[in-house]
């Protein structure tokens, strides 16, 4: 019998490909093993998934495995298995599937050119040599840094500040020597001066009881109340069991001065995987975690995906974070992913956030998650002072109220600094003539185009369109345009116009895009003057501002009002963590909300009792009309050239499926509320059922029956389990 094996294959279809493996190879097959194989007229690079198989089809027909690219399965048996199940679960083509799980470098046949790094430990007989004279300080604490570290590559310690002369000293005289094999690092816990507070240690404790088992945990706490610092403490217990973690971080909260807090906290131990990274420097991070030569992965969404030698605790920061869910092609939840590996590891996963999602508050209430809480402030800070200001008929100055802009010059007055929130960029929002009514529209999208000033454009900010911002109306020759609504770009002009003495700094996607501006703008507050901080949602996440004692938040109506059912959630979610940027110890925060809607229920609960009881009211509603994360959802979608051609299709699939019953519906085609999207018209499918099992079955029909339809030439289609958006 000739030996068959399965081979995920990058490409579009959702299954695997079955090839002979032949003799010539010289092994045998392994699972995990990366392999080149012909497919059609290319040679593509696969993952081997499956052996022993079974196949009808007559071996002189199949084609076989042209050669083995690796010595050693590059992905160990857990993953492949954990991948398989992905691809199922969301209905996405395995191969893609397997070829993102791995490093870019790793999807390509030629081997990575990565030299390996040279590691250095203490020599064996280091004690007995006589010790650096005394006046060599840095070479004592390097001895010092490695015997704590276990071993450092010459990278590592240049960037922890020491020259190659003194680490060259080491080496010559003999206190050094290479590394061959993983050394353990001495793993001191309370290697800090703070003394955790009850709830902390409450964490902490149940985090390390659970070592060694399957235990799922939220830990819910305020921004500043000491979370990370649960994480350390409980790192640092696992790692004294001899064991790996796996800490998920928010693109944009993996801040250098997060990793620093990790990094002298765990000196040696920790790498991490995140796009700022080239290929080559991810590839290393993540050969260093799957041999074990480092054991804490601090990454963001694809380091789910990363090979453990000894998995012993997964954490997931700021768990409610949409960026865990990737939002194009694979849309996989990297949450949800990690909870699925601590499963198959068999060891605790902790989320954590000041603003649990509901899927994982509904968790909590069902018993699947067991709740931590930490109610104070680590290091005695009060809370905010939340207000919320009605601005129904009041005269705004750009957007801005009289008493949020008297609040701001006390503040200022004072010594502190204002933060001002608005999720809008660029100058207006709208462009109008006031002689005709002309809008500025996008010739792509159902979208009013977003004037910028400073770069004299219009732009559309759903498909990126750019037009010279025009002097007169391109309709009635009018000279009269007004800029409708304020963006940041707006209020950084005008909050420059009314306090002319201090700096306004502006943060949003604009200013920020070259690379080390976001941190040489953050520096920049961090260093304490009077100063307005004006930005987009990139001020809610990562960065803590001691100074800011005043944090306006000029417009979240829009989220109350939206048409997807998520919407009140993230509003809140946002609301609440820019709130929290503010205010330190000795130095408490007021926040100001401007709204149109200062009866909305929602918001009350929010602003006089805070996010849990707002979440669980949000949640009670959810229940109240069955939607997730009380059942489960799907998003089937499709774009076309034209409305009909993408409708027809989602129907043609909506029509193989079971009609909706008690356990299950479904609704659609519906078209997007902003159908036309960069030329394209959108419109979608949405699954819910009572059950899982119940979603999947009919998800794999529609799979099947959407891959079988004749399609125009224009349409794209895809499947969404678990989406958090509709459209
Ligand atoms: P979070 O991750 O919840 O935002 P952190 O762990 O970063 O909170 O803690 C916020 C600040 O409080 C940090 O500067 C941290 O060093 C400090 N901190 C944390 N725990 C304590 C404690 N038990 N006593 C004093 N300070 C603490
Ligand atoms: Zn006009
Ligand atoms: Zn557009």
């Not at 304490?528 to 990562?542: D, F, H, Y």
């Amino acid at each position: 019998m000739p030996k068959l094996v399965t081979v995920a294959v990058p490409c579009p279809l959702r299954r695997g490909f079955d090839y002979l493996w032949p003799e010539s190879l010289g092994r045998d097959a392994e699972i995990g093993l990366r392999v080149s194989i012909p497919f059609g007229r290319q040679q593509l690079v696969g993952v081997v998934i499956a052996l022993d198989v079974i196949c009808d089809i007559p071996s002189n027909k199949l084609k076989g495995v042209l050669k083995v690219l690796e010595e050693q399965p590059s992905l160990p048996a857990d993953l492949v298995q954990l991948g398989r199940w992905a691809a199922e679960y969301y209905h996405h083509p395995v191969g893609d599937c397997f070829a993102q799980m791995l490093p870019v470098v790793l999807r390509k046949a030629s081997p990575p050119k990565e030299r390996p790094a040279q590691y250095w430990q203490l020599s064996t007989n280091w004690e007995q040599l006589p010790q650096p004279a005394s006046r060599a300080h840095q070479q004592i604490s390097l001895l010092a840094v490695i015997r704590q570290a276990g071993q450092l590559s010459r990278r590592q310690i240049k960037d922890l500040g020491y020259s190659n002369a003194v680490l060259n000293a080491l080496i010559n005289g003999r206190y050094l020597q290479q590394a061959d094999t993983p050394v353990a690092p001495i793993i001191d816990a309370n290697n800090t001066e703070l003394a955790l507070n009850d709830e902390q240690q409450q964490a902490v404790l149940a985090v390390s009881n659970s070592l060694g088992q399957f235990a799922r945990y939220l830990l819910d706490g305020v921004t500043g109340s000491g979370k990370t610092e649960v994480y350390l403490r409980s790192i640092a217990e696992c790692l004294a069991r001899g064991e790996q973690v796996l800490t998920l971080i928010p693109e944009i909260g993996l801040t250098p001065q997060t990793l620093e807090r990790f990094e002298s906290r765990f000196p040696g131990q920790v790498r991490a995987l995140h796009s700022g990274l080239s290929d080559g420097e991810r590839y290393r991070s993540w050969q260093d975690i799957s041999s074990g030569r480092a054991r804490i992965l601090l990454g963001t969404r694809s380091a789910v995906f990363t090979p453990f030698q000894k998995l012993g605790l997964v954490i997931v920061d700021e768990e409610h974070d949409a960026s865990y869910k990737q939002q194009e092609g694979w849309r996989y939840s990297a949450r949800d992913i990690a909870v699925k590996r601590a499963a198959d590891h068999n060891c605790p996963v902790v989320l954590g956030s000041a603003t649990p999602s509901l899927d994982s508050l509904h968790n909590v209430g069902q018993d699947r998650y067991q709740l931590l809480e930490l109610r104070e402030r680590a290091g005695r800070a009060s809370k905010p002072d939340i207000r919320l200001l009605d601005i129904r008929q009041q005269n705004l100055d750009e957007g801005l109220s009289k008493t949020l802009l008297d609040a701001a010059h006390d503040t200022l007055q004072a010594g502190n600094q204002v933060l001002i929130f608005l999720n809008r960029r660029g100058f207006s929002p709208l462009l109008q003539c006031h002689g005709c009514g002309w809008i500025a529209n996008c010739q792509a999208c159902d979208a009013k185009m977003t004037a910028h000033f400073g770069r004299r454009e219009l732009r559309c900010h759903h498909c990126d369109a750019r037009e010279a911002l025009p002097n007169i109306c391109p309709q009635c020759h009018n000279s009269q345009l007004i800029f409708q609504g304020p963006g940041t770009e707006r209020l950084e002009l005008s909050l420059k116009r009314h306090f002319p003495e201090v700096d306004v700094i502006r943060i949003d996607r604009d200013t920020t895009s070259a690379k080390g501006s976001m941190q040489s703008l953050v520096d920049g507050i961090r260093d304490g003057r009077p100063s307005i901080l004006v930005g987009t949602q990139m001020l809610a996440k990562g960065h803590h501002f001691p100074d800011v004692t005043l944090v306006g938040i000029i417009d979240i109506d829009g989220g109350l009002f939206s048409a997807d059912f998520r919407a009140p959630e993230r509003s809140g979610q946002l609301l609440v963590q820019v709130a929290g940027r503010a205010g330190r110890a000795d130095k408490p925060g007021r926040v100001y909300i401007q709204t149109h809607c200062p009866d909305h229920p929602a918001l009350l609960a929010l602003v006089s009792e805070g996010y849990q009881p707002f979440a669980q009211q949000l949640l009670a509603e959810r229940q109240l009309l069955n939607l997730p994360p009380v059942s489960f959802s799907a998003v089937i979608r499709a774009d076309a050239s034209s409305l009909r051609c993408a409708e027809d299709f989602l129907a043609a699939i909506r029509a193989e499926l079971a009609p909706g019953d008690n356990h299950w519906s479904i609704v659609g085609p519906l078209p997007a509320p902003m159908t036309r999207k960069a030329g394209r018209f959108r419109a979608a499918l949405i699954l819910q059922a009572e059950r899982r099992p119940i979603l999947h079955r009919q998800l794999a029909t529609a799979c099947r029956t959407g891959d079988q339809l004749p399609k125009h030439k224009s349409l794209r289609w895809s499947v969404d389990v678990d989406p958090i958006d509709l459209f």
